[in-house]
């Protein structure tokens, strides 16, 4: 059986102590640029409610100063910069020979502090390697999400094969931390199919939209404040412009909007470093003869993005692959409808025609048609607004956080009481092998 229920809050009661592991990305990092995305979001406002709870977190990641060092985020949350002498960031790619250098960081940290956590939660496939190492010698429960699978990427196929370092790092993690945390049932499927993971191992608790942030804007104050005119009819895509986020499948959609008046599709992310993504999309609109009504509006501020999602008509989310999809709820917390290809939580956050639709066949002529529905009507009545807003109350960040930590204390309860799990952590299934650099000696 899998974990999609809310566990019982009974196992622990006192404040918990919590290692969340961010190696690559910080939670604060710049949103929309080419590695800080929805996982940054994800560690921040998860580490920020259950701080705002009482417990006390430390989320770890790389740091460029020469020392190790620590900055407090908010209310009982601390970012703790890991340095191992490296002036610039590591980019993701490159990361993982030094994994073994920032466990010794991360180790000498704890100790010089006298830290004893009750729980790991590692996010994305090099954090949990970092976090497989710390479960074996602290001996503490270890929750994982992926965040992305290489499996599952490969078999989207629309980027370079990802390593096959990452693809069995990944199945050994499944293997052996204690559980693995799922934003949706279809990424919970994944894992069991490709990963042969058990069921009881993973918990699916959907990823949080912070309501006091995103909520309905007036519409054609939100306009006049970006430079948008009353009579346009706005698609809005927020995201990386990562090949997976689908912003060129959008511009042929755009195609097939030629006899729709007004439209204007309106980009939003992708910074300096993604010059090259945007100039082909820009060739692409111009071949298809609609780069007049493309506005690439660059990397927003997560604060002025309720402005985007209120000035917008509809918000298209055409990702070939999310193992959530942020961008649907935050829409639909400012009131706006979301047309989604079948991917993430989608079936889950887009629950009647109202808050919008999903295109399950995969075509971008009916994607083209479901939006052109959104921009016929437009918003619609007032109360329309309100009810997709309502939607996803259940996805607060108060309330996701409280599940979480439900499983925490589940694990933490299993970990003491139950069966000492990393105690039972096995050596290295030799067919699961990854073939480089730290991994013989992790276990
Ligand atoms: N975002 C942002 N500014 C931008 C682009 C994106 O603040 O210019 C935020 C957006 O609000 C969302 C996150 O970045 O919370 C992207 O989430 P998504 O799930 O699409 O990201 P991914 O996991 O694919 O990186």
Known sequence: ?????????????????????????????????????????????????????????????????????????????????????????????????????????????????????????????????????????????????????????NMVGVQPPESPQRIAAEQILCRHCTAIIVGSRREARYLEQLYKTAPQQIFIIPCGVNRDRFYRKDRQGARKRLGFTASERIVLYVGRLDPLKGACQLIEVLGHLKNVNNVRLVIVGGGAENEGEKAALEQQAQCLQVHDRVRFAGRVDQTELPLYYSAADVVAVPSQYESFGLVMLEALSCGTPVVAM?????????????????????????????????????????????????????????????????????LIALGRYGWMISDQLPAYPVACEPPALVCDRLL
């Open 1 to 153: 059986m899998m974990h999609d229920q809310p566990v019982p809050d009974t196992a622990l009661c006192r404040p918990l102590r919590i290692a969340m592991l961010s190696l690559h990305s910080s939670p604060i990092g710049a949103l929309g640029s080419r590695d800080t995305g929805g996982m940054s979001v994800y560690v921040r406002e998860l580490s920020r409610a259950l701080g705002a709870r009482g417990d006390r977190v430390d989320i770890y990641t790389q740091g460029t100063s020469t020392a190790t060092h620590t900055v407090t985020l908010y209310e009982n949350v601390r970012l703790v910069y890991l340095s191992i002498g490296a002036r610039d960031e590591i980019p993701k790619q490159a990361l993982y020979p030094h994994i073994n250098l920032f466990y010794e960081q991360l180790e000498a940290f704890r100790r010089s502090e006298r830290l004893r956590y009750d729980l790991i939660h590692s996010h994305y496939w090099l954090s949990g390697w970092l976090g497989l190492r710390a479960q074996k010698t602290w001996h503490v429960p270890h929750a994982m999400t992926f965040h992305t699978l290489g499996a599952v990427k």
């Open 342 to 410: 079948p991917v993430g939580a989608a079936e889950e956050i887009i629950q009647n025609p109202v808050a919008g639709a999903i295109i399950q066949d995969g075509s971008l002529r009916t994607f083209a048609h479901a939006i052109a529905r959104f921009l016929e009507n437009g918003k619609a009545a007032p109360e329309n607004e309100i009810m997709r807003r309502a939607s996803v109350a259940r996805y607060d960040w108060r309330l996701i956080a409280a599940r979480i930590r439900a499983v925490y204390q589940r």
